[in-house]
């Protein structure tokens, strides 16, 4: 059976928005905190209702469909074959904890191995960044234009800046020297966001030491609509099955950021 692809967005946009309702109902409430793998990586029964919200939505909708979501509702993925949805339920969880603010779902339906659905919901700013392969990119319905170049002088990029004085990884010297040739740099602590930022011409570029699929999967398929790349730090594809370094940006800066900076094998 072939998909209609744009009716699909649709009902993952509705779910998107009730999955939204039930995060913002669970902020009048105490929230239950536990650390995962450090004590800075958080996270909520909030992420695993709405992980679970999606997962049953999909099974039952949707049986032959493919799930890969960040809390481990559903068993591990190990291809990309068929239709998989892949679902970070909150993006910026410590942006949930510490502000309430500065969140997103995102949503990303692929097929085959390639992004057809895209969808990256700031809860509370009411911001749905969303495209459909082909279709161009939006955010609340109104079509984003093709993104205009800045020389890398003149261009703010997105990252974080405990990865730089952390000192213990490789990228620290190529990072320092990116950081004083751009114009600036915003840390907004959720890449679905700042990913979708970069299609919306907020930044120019974003870029990360370590995400894992359920951090971009979605937002790179906003950049795609509107001329952007996405990366490793190499310049290779994403793999979508394992975290990996992520590089995203206008093609010439993006291009240029890997070859005058990242791209030797550090
Ligand atoms: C995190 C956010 C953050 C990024 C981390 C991610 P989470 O996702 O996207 O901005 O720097 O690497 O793990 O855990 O809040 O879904
Ligand atoms: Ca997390
Ligand atoms: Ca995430
Ligand atoms: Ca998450």
Same mark, same amino acid.
């Given at each position: 059976?072939?998909?209609?692809?744009?009716?699909?967005?649709?009902?993952?946009?509705?779910?998107?928005?009730?999955?939204?309702? &039930? &995060?913002?109902?669970?902020?009048?409430?105490? =929230?239950?905190?536990?650390?995962?793998?450090?004590?800075?990586?958080?996270?909520?029964?909030?992420?695993? !209702?709405?992980?679970?919200?999606?997962?049953?939505?999909?099974?039952?909708?949707?049986?032959? +469909? +493919?799930?890969?979501?960040?809390?481990? %509702?559903?068993?591990?993925?190990?291809?990309?074959?068929?239709?998989?949805?892949? &679902?970070?339920?909150?993006?910026?969880?410590?942006?949930?904890?510490?502000?309430?603010?500065?969140?997103?779902?995102? /949503?990303? =339906?692929?097929?085959?191995?390639?992004?057809?659905?895209?969808? /990256?919901?700031?809860?509370?700013?009411?911001?749905?960044? +969303?495209? %459909?392969?082909?279709?161009?990119?939006?955010?609340?319905?109104?079509?984003?234009?093709?993104?205009?170049?800045?020389?890398?002088?003149?261009? /703010?990029?997105?990252?974080? !800046?405990?990865?730089?004085?952390?000192?213990?990884?490789?990228?620290?010297?190529?990072?320092?020297?990116?950081?004083?040739?751009?114009?600036? %740099?915003?840390?907004?602590?959720?890449?679905?966001?700042?990913?979708?930022?970069?299609?919306?011409?907020?930044?120019?570029?974003?870029?990360?030491?370590?995400?894992?699929?359920?951090?971009? !999967?979605?937002?790179?398929?906003?950049?795609?609509?509107?001329?952007?790349?996405?990366?490793?730090?190499?310049?290779?594809?994403?793999?979508?099955?394992?975290?990996?370094?992520? =590089?995203?940006?206008?093609?010439?800066? +993006?291009?240029?950021?890997?070859?005058?900076?990242?791209?030797?094998?550090?």
């Amino acid at each position: 059976m072939t998909m209609n692809w744009i009716e699909l967005e649709k009902i993952a946009q509705e779910w998107t928005y009730e999955a939204a309702n &039930i &995060i913002k109902d669970s902020l009048a409430k105490p =929230i239950h905190i536990e650390a995962k793998s450090n004590p800075n990586d958080l996270v909520t029964e909030v992420d695993r !209702a709405i992980e679970s919200y999606f997962f049953d939505k999909i099974s039952k909708t949707y049986p032959d +469909h +493919h799930f890969l979501g960040e809390e481990g %509702v559903a068993e591990e993925l190990e291809s990309l074959e068929g239709t998989v949805w892949i &679902i970070d339920p909150i993006d910026g969880t410590m942006n949930f904890v510490h502000q309430k603010y500065n969140f997103a779902i995102s /949503v990303a =339906i692929y097929h085959e191995g390639v992004g057809m659905v895209g969808i /990256v919901y700031d809860v509370m700013s009411d911001e749905l960044f +969303h495209a %459909v392969k082909g279709h161009g990119a939006y955010i609340n319905g109104k079509e984003l234009v093709p993104v205009k170049e800045r020389p890398l002088h003149e261009s /703010v990029i997105g990252l974080n !800046a405990r990865w730089i004085v952390d000192g213990k990884h490789s990228y620290r010297n190529p990072l320092l020297a990116l950081i004083r040739d751009v114009r600036s %740099v915003r840390s907004y602590g959720s890449a679905a966001i700042e990913i979708a930022y970069v299609a919306a011409d907020r930044l120019d570029g974003y870029l990360s030491v370590n995400l894992s699929p359920w951090d971009y !999967a979605a937002a790179v398929i906003l950049l795609e609509e509107v001329g952007c790349q996405a990366s490793t730090f190499q310049g290779e594809p994403l793999m979508l099955l394992t975290p990996s370094t992520v =590089i995203v940006g206008k093609p010439h800066l +993006h291009k240029e950021m890997i070859s005058a900076y990242l791209g030797e094998e550090q």
